[in-house]
């Protein structure tokens, strides 16, 4: 029978077996060395030398605590488990519900506006009422998750954004519009961040980065699958009576699945629906043990339990930090100097004299492309934990993609030169799971990393009101003002990622001078590098 875990899995220092060889003892002085930071030998350079060394963990087991002793390899399978069985689901669901909100570029390039008597700009707002409503809910809706687990109010989510989903096919007119695209909003806030949370409880601070990169690879490449499954839908036009925008809000929903599968904790698997029907599960109560085992090593701080107090403090102490705010600020800059090529991409593509069904193919390939150099972005910051360095390359490179298309008018004569124009700027590499990843690890406490979570994703849906805009009709079909705006945006995210750096730096200097002072101040570290140097925050 799986065990309880519970929040409190404070823990307790690495404890030694009753008997132990000299060998053995000197195998767990050398990982301990490394746990903490500490300078040890060059296992780490080493590859599979530290393979046959146990780890050693106290954890909290049905009011008891228990020692559980694994090796590198045991950690190795169970993390595969999890990146082949639990972060999938989320995936899935987080690709689903970005095609929700990216369809809409596809129902664009239909007769939609025509059907429903509605403007470009009409549209437009009810895009930004989406937005708006995620925002209006995002923190509220990260507490209730909280208090009742993830395993419940996240899939319940899922099932009701997809009804919503459904429910635009009957749209007839701007006020319908409206009304559905501000209750899918409010249906899918909090399913971020609550799933980011989840993520950062299962992985460790060394995995976390490329494994979030894998959460958001779903959704940087919805953008392709909703352009596939838009052609596919408007080649259908008619069919059952239907017109080709209806079949696209048709096809895009789903859910279920969610409800199914997502687990309250590693010792849950073996249940399905939130808990309520009993099946093999994925990891056996041994595989759970090292799973949290493993989890509480790398810090502390961090529990199983599915549900947590979020107090007032805690949203204070993260709004109100000077750490906090750039990394918004980076938000609502980045994101948006391309946000509105994720609503009006295809319409654009479509003004260089293709047709609905093939501009939505071309719109395919870019966001794939950005996925997986996103990919090859987390990988190295798992590595080396340089987030602020790879994101300006990713910054770099869109400003460069902008300006091409500030200098390339959108006529027909020149449709190939600025469509290459339009794919490299669209496939820069994907860099917002790392600015999340990166804001996440600065903080200390799980609740504070709960609330830096909503806070930033109510900052990155809070700019989509915004976003899209830039493309008004009245700046069609060369969108001067749009493509300005867009380099504008592009500019304040450079200079704020490189203000943002310097600081972090300059913080941890001050606070490697206050440590060789007080070395009690220690404790506050957040980052110790390979060669044991510890620092407050990653930069």
């Avoid at 069985?85 to 929700?100: G, N, V, Y």
Wanted: glycine fraction near 8%.
């Amino acid at each position: 029978m799986a065990s309880q875990v519970t929040e409190s899995l404070a823990v307790a220092a690495t404890a030694t077996a009753p008997t132990k060889t000299a060998a053995q003892l000197v195998a767990e002085t050398a990982v301990d060395a490394k746990g903490e930071g500490l300078s040890s030998s060059s296992d780490e350079e080493s590859g599979n030398s530290t393979d046959g060394l146990y780890f050693h963990q106290h954890i909290e087991k049905n009011g008891q605590q228990v020692l559980v002793s694994w090796t590198k390899e045991e950690e190795r399978r169970v993390v595969r488990k999890a990146d082949y069985l639990f972060l999938p689901i989320f995936a899935l669901m987080f690709t689903w519900m970005a095609i929700d909100r990216t369809n809409v570029s596809g129902v664009l390039t239909s007769t939609f506006l025509k059907d429903t008597h509605m403007t470009r700009d009409q549209a437009n707002t009810g895009v930004s009422l989406l937005w708006f409503g995620i925002v209006l809910l995002e923190i509220p809706s990260n507490i209730v998750l909280h208090r009742v687990g993830p395993h419940y109010w996240i899939p319940l989510q899922v099932v009701v954004w997809g009804v919503i989903e459904v429910l635009q096919m009957f749209v007839r007119n701007a006020g319908g519009w409206y009304a559905a695209r501000l209750f899918l909003g409010l249906a899918e806030s909090g399913f971020i961040p609550g799933s980011l949370y989840v993520l950062s409880r299962w992985y460790t601070q060394d995995e976390l980065a490329s494994r979030t990169t894998v959460f958001f690879f779903g959704p940087s490449i919805s953008a392709a699958f909703g352009s596939l499954i838009s052609a596919g839908a408007l080649s259908i036009e008619g069919e059952r009576g239907l017109y080709g925008w209806q079949w696209i809000f048709l096809i895009c929903a789903t859910g279920l699945i969610a409800f199914t599968l997502v687990p309250k904790s590693p010792h849950h698997t073996d249940r399905l629906l939130g808990g309520l029907v009993p099946w093999r599960g994925w990891l056996s109560e041994r595989e759970a043990d090292v799973f949290v085992a493993r989890i509480i090593r790398a810090d502390p701080k961090k529990g199983q339990a599915a549900t947590m107090n979020i107090s007032l403090k805690d949203i204070t102490d993260v709004l109100f930090s000077w750490t906090t705010w750039p990394y918004l600020i980076i938000c609502l800059s980045g994101l948006q100097s391309v946000g509105g090529l994720s609503t009006w991409g295809a319409a654009i593509v479509q003004s260089l004299g293709f047709t609905n069904i093939r501009a939505n193919l071309l719109n395919a390939p870019a966001p794939v492309l950005s996925a997986l150099f996103a990919l090859g972005l987390s990988w190295f910051v798992d590595r080396y934990k340089r987030f602020g360095y790879t994101i300006m390359f990713a910054a770099v490179w869109t400003m460069a993609g902008l300006i091409a298309l500030y200098n390339l008018p959108v006529t027909t004569e020149a449709s190939w030169s600025f469509y290459a124009a339009y794919l490299v700027t669209v496939a820069a590499p994907g860099w917002q799971p790392l600015n999340v990843t990166w804001l996440s690890l600065n903080q200390k406490t799980p609740q504070k990393r709960a609330i830096a979570y909503a806070v930033y994703i109510g900052c990155s849906n809070l700019g989509g009101t915004y976003g899209n805009q830039v493309f008004r009709g009245s700046d069609a079909p060369l969108y001067r003002r749009a493509w300005a705006a867009c380099l504008s945006l592009g500019a304040v995210w450079i200079a704020t990622l490189i203000v943002q750096t310097s600081l972090f730096k300059w913080s941890n200097r001050r606070f490697a001078k206050k440590v060789r002072e007080e070395p009690s101040l220690e404790v506050e570290a957040l980052y110790t590098d390979r060669k044991g140097r510890k620092y407050r925050y990653y930069w």
